[in-house]
């Protein structure tokens, strides 16, 4: 399955790939090699163990080395997120939170739309072992979930993010359909996203907000016992991930609060 | 014939991949993996260089021991297609030959039909450096084309394998489907509803929370001045009503802002 056409200019601008605290070297380098096969190109890297850059991970790119050197490293999954607006999280295991569940094609349909409308987006992927923790999964505005043999249902990274690049390239190409409808660059998505008088709110800006809130709630005692505090805090957050909100939102919510507050603190002696 | 080991029944009757003169018993191993993924079994392999069993082969297959150990072995690829009735040829190269083109999602649906109406069907790949010669080609009924980007175009077998798996999968499964087709059981809206604890909220309880909210907010002076309060109003409304809140979302809004309110009477002096 060879015929590699390196005078064709690449794919950019495609949802980036976020590797939470991945292990191996070698996972690194598979999961560039698929964004390469489908043409994704941002590779973000929070805390990856063996260090970075790796030389088992360039060996194993076979090649895809501009991912490999275009790499960014973060010491948070909240860094790396931090300028996107809508993230999947990639995970098998059911989570107890309400967000929307979506398959590859639909999550690749999904960041057509939005890349369209001007967000940033990406795919968030955990530890090779334990995968997502919940409260990365609560940073994510919904779920990627890849159906599988469930007598085997294991898939590692760079499977994973192959069949995302999938359905992503055929999204953007309209290439692949048979029976599927190719998604269409007019969607109720899209629709919805010309409602919105402003951007939606880039993930600093909702951890931004979760953060001042939490401070404020805990001064009150809201958060209170400590032992329930990461629930409830994790509960709060799914809330407000979960409405899209757009920068001018947060900046309404960070009013709401601080006045709130204000007020409090203006009346302490 | 591989389809008559009674220790492959895991699932069972899919297509068979067929692997011509492949080369690394690594490739072998993460190819019956993608297989085991998406619950084809069936692996059938033609002279392989390094010889057959394959500790390598084994060690990459990370536990779809069965698939390794149900494989069958051939001395040409004529004598492994001999029972099959239709096999797609994977190939990126343009071959100059007048037989249909697939796509992965194409050839899986085909191979669902093709099996419902008692065929036996496989997939055929070739070496990894070199992939199909024209006379293997010539056996198959049909190109399986695997739509990739033109400037990084090399798909591994297992990677070619996976793609095809995932999309025979959601095929026989009817998981998955694109965008603009969400009827499955797995769809984001069903999901969505499944994840949900507790109803939808009613419209007597979100007024009651504008309501609740907007006293809070006037007694602190956000919404000031009085010529702007009405528009306020509507944009605080709105963009909590953009939510679905459930009731129990309703019950911790109301109880952060009650707390946050308690806290700010107490402190007047």
């Not at 997120?81 to 094609?105: E, I, N, S």
């Not at 048979?178 to 010309?194: G, I, Q, R």
């Not at 809330?239 to 939102?249: H, K, P, V, Y």
Request: with cysteine.
């Amino acid at each position: 399955m060879a015929g590699t056409d390196s005078t064709q200019s690449r794919i950019s601008g495609g949802p980036a790939v976020v590797l939470a605290e991945p292990q191996l070297g070698e996972n690194i380098g598979t999961t560039a090699r698929a964004m390469a096969n489908f043409g994704l190109s941002d590779l973000r890297l929070v805390a990856p163990r063996d260090g970075w850059p790796s030389a088992a991970a360039r060996k194993a790119a076979s090649g895809a080395d501009w991912i490999i050197d275009g790499a960014t490293l973060f010491d948070t999954v909240e860094g790396a997120l931090g300028d996107l607006q809508y993230v999947f999280a990639a995970t098998a295991r059911d989570r107890d939170m309400v967000k929307p569940v979506t398959t590859p094609a639909q999550a690749a349909g999904h960041c057509v739309t939005r890349i369209a409308a001007g967000d940033k987006v990406a795919i968030l992927l955990g530890r090779e072992r334990t995968g997502l923790t919940n409260d990365q999964v609560v940073l994510a505005d919904a779920i990627l979930s890849i159906p599988v043999n469930p007598a085997f249902a294991s898939l590692n990274l760079a499977q994973a993010v192959l069949i995302f690049g999938y359905e992503w390239f055929r999204a953007t190409t309209g290439n692949g359909g048979s029976t599927d409808v190719p998604p269409s660059p007019v969607s109720a998505d899209a629709a919805m996203l010309d409602l919105y008088k402003t951007r939606r709110a880039t993930k600093i800006e909702m951890i931004g907000l979760f953060e001042h809130l939490e401070r404020e709630l805990d001064d009150t005692g809201f958060l209170y016992p400590p032992e329930k505090r990461p629930a409830m805090v994790r509960n709060i957050r799914n809330l407000f991930q979960r409405t899209e909100l757009t920068e001018q939102d947060v900046r309404t919510l960070r009013g709401i609060v601080a006045s709130l507050s204000r007020a409090r603190r203006r009346r302490i002696p």
